[in-house]
């Protein structure tokens, strides 16, 4: 790794990329929680009564909170470095750092980005786990999974998350800066079982998870095709009512009675999408991978696979929310008119 040590930002790079990413992901997640928190006020009750919301509506807002966190606290070290133009490692260190070791900026980094890489990964299959439940399993959906489960549930995956991602910080694994010099992640290729430990077990966490939500999507996309395939063609929204928390998108979801607000549940029929999303995932795994058995020291690669892992927080609250709302809908409608 030539730019463990490095005091300086590697000649010939740019800012742009890092600063295209973050006004995306900084534009998508104020927007998504903007039209989450008017959703919110219009759905409540004319007595004024805070609105009651589903599980779904807080994990999807712990979505967008978390994404919009991870570009908040991130991006900011990476602007700092290109600023100044000296490397996180310099940043951080009371005279510089020695011996290759990573300065406090740059553990810092580390942890931030292992965390904001798998809270939202646990999110999403929160999501596709309640998507689930609410088509194959109504009765226990409708007595078990509530609001207060879903505000239980998101800070303790929180907590989960962060031990775990904290474990490199203790000493098993190694936190590293790498090219250009802007960012630093736990080391993924050299060293013995304690230094690749941690990349090989976290590479398998996102692995599972990911198997996780697609099994769960595929899964909710053949109950919805199962029970279409079952309704008189007469109603086309006769499924809907099967299942009050996932087929229809948020800007279907109005109240059907004073005071009583339907929930905010994901779209199966972009199911699709939820599917193939978490494989952006895939290419730290894949760098985990290749990096403690093959060896492999592509720092390119390395850098190539953090961008993908960045622009899952930016397609999120797009997928999500807003593509989901009725202005978005009436804007195609007319466009496609046009």
Excluded at 201 to 221: K, P
Aim: aromatic share 10%.
């Amino acid at each position: 790794y030539r730019c463990r040590g490095s005091r300086f930002i590697e000649s010939g790079q740019s800012v742009l990329p890092s600063s295209v990413l973050f006004a995306a992901g900084l534009l998508g997640n104020v927007l998504a929680l903007m039209l989450l928190g008017q959703h919110r006020r219009r759905s409540r009750s004319p007595a004024g009564r805070p609105a009651r919301v589903s599980a779904f509506y807080v994990l999807v807002s712990g979505l967008a909170v978390t994404d919009l966190l991870g570009k908040c606290l991130i991006s900011p070290m990476v602007f700092a470095a290109y600023a100044y133009n000296r490397s996180l490692s310099e940043l951080g260190a009371l005279g510089g750092p020695s011996d290759g070791e990573p300065g406090a900026l740059c553990q810092l980094f580390a942890f931030l980005m292992a965390f904001f890489g798998l809270a939202p990964t646990l999110l999403l299959l929160a999501m596709a786990t309640e998507c689930w439940l609410s088509l194959g399993h109504p009765y226990f959906y409708r007595r078990r999974v509530t609001r207060r489960l879903g505000a239980v549930l998101a800070p303790l995956g929180a907590g989960l998350c962060a031990l775990f991602c904290a474990l490199p910080l203790l000493g098993f694994g190694v936190p590293m800066q790498y090219c250009p010099g802007t960012w630093c992640f736990i080391r993924m290729a050299g060293g013995g079982p304690r230094q690749l430990g941690f990349p090989v077990l976290y590479a398998t966490v996102l692995g599972v998870l990911v198997v996780a939500i697609g099994a769960c999507n595929v899964s909710s996309m053949r109950q919805l095709y199962g029970m279409a395939r079952r309704q008189p063609r007469r109603c086309p929204h006769t499924v809907s009512k099967l299942s009050p928390s996932c087929p229809l998108p948020v800007s279907h979801l109005s109240p059907s009675r004073p005071g009583v607000v339907p929930k905010v549940s994901p779209n199966p029929s972009d199911g699709s999408y939820t599917v193939l999303h978490p494989l952006g995932l895939c290419c730290p795994q894949i760098r985990a991978y290749m990096g403690a058995f093959a060896a492999d020291f592509n720092e390119n690669a390395d850098l190539s696979a953090l961008r993908f892992l960045s622009v899952n927080s930016i397609v999120d609250p797009w997928v999500f929310i807003i593509f989901r709302t009725s202005v978005f809908r009436l804007f195609v409608r007319r466009l496609c008119r046009r």
